[in-house]
């Protein structure tokens, strides 16, 4: 993995109020779960916080810094978030984040009917509008030449 060189600075500039230690507890507690990088540059977890479902975090980033965060928790103050700091924290701490297996993704969705699939792909399109693009290509892609949708 080719995840910058962050120091626990570089991540505390980005936060606000107590949110970095808080991180730093919730990365002591074990909070952090299922670390996976996803593609070249994007990590995601699952960070147990106060609710009952964890909150999911993704991190896009370059050879050289942080480029993009996203939580699904309700903070939203325009700093990162102790889940996003909790993840970051672990990122550095783990020299190898294991990578999504995409036959294990093949696994899980062999078992779901068509209508259990379309349920999953809208509430991805709904958590990630910016899947529609991408969903529509593979469509196009998968019906052939000629037919668009």
Same mark, same amino acid.
């Given at each position: !993995?080719? *995840? #910058?060189? =962050? %120091?626990?600075?570089?991540?505390?500039?980005?936060?606000?109020?107590?949110? *970095?230690? /808080?991180? /730093?507890?919730?990365?002591?507690?074990?909070?952090? &779960?299922? +670390?996976?990088?996803?593609?070249?540059? %994007?990590?995601?977890?699952?960070?147990?916080?106060?609710?009952?479902?964890?909150?999911?975090? $993704?991190? &896009? *980033?370059?050879?050289?810094?942080? %480029?993009?965060?996203?939580?699904?928790? #309700?903070?939203?103050?325009?700093?990162?978030?102790?889940?996003?700091?909790?993840?970051?924290?672990?990122? !550095?701490?783990?020299?190898?984040?294991?990578? %999504?297996? #995409?036959? $294990?993704?093949?696994? +899980? !969705?062999?078992? =779901?009917? /068509?209508?259990?699939?379309?349920? =999953?792909?809208?509430? =991805?399109?709904?958590?990630?509008?910016?899947?529609?693009? &991408?969903?529509?290509?593979?469509?196009?892609?998968?019906?052939?030449?000629?037919?668009?949708?």
């Amino acid at each position: !993995m080719s *995840f #910058p060189s =962050l %120091t626990k600075d570089d991540i505390q500039t980005h936060t606000a109020g107590g949110s *970095f230690e /808080r991180g /730093r507890q919730y990365l002591a507690d074990g909070a952090v &779960q299922a +670390l996976k990088q996803t593609g070249e540059h %994007t990590l995601k977890a699952q960070v147990q916080g106060s609710d009952v479902h964890p909150y999911l975090v $993704a991190v &896009q *980033f370059d050879a050289e810094d942080v %480029t993009d965060v996203e939580c699904t928790c #309700p903070y939203h103050e325009g700093s990162w978030c102790k889940h996003i700091v909790a993840t970051l924290l672990k990122a !550095m701490d783990d020299e190898r984040v294991p990578k %999504t297996d #995409p036959a $294990a993704v093949a696994d +899980l !969705m062999n078992g =779901l009917d /068509r209508d259990e699939l379309v349920s =999953l792909v809208e509430r =991805l399109v709904e958590h990630d509008p910016s899947l529609v693009d &991408q969903i529509e290509r593979e469509c196009n892609r998968l019906s052939g030449p000629g037919e668009t949708i």
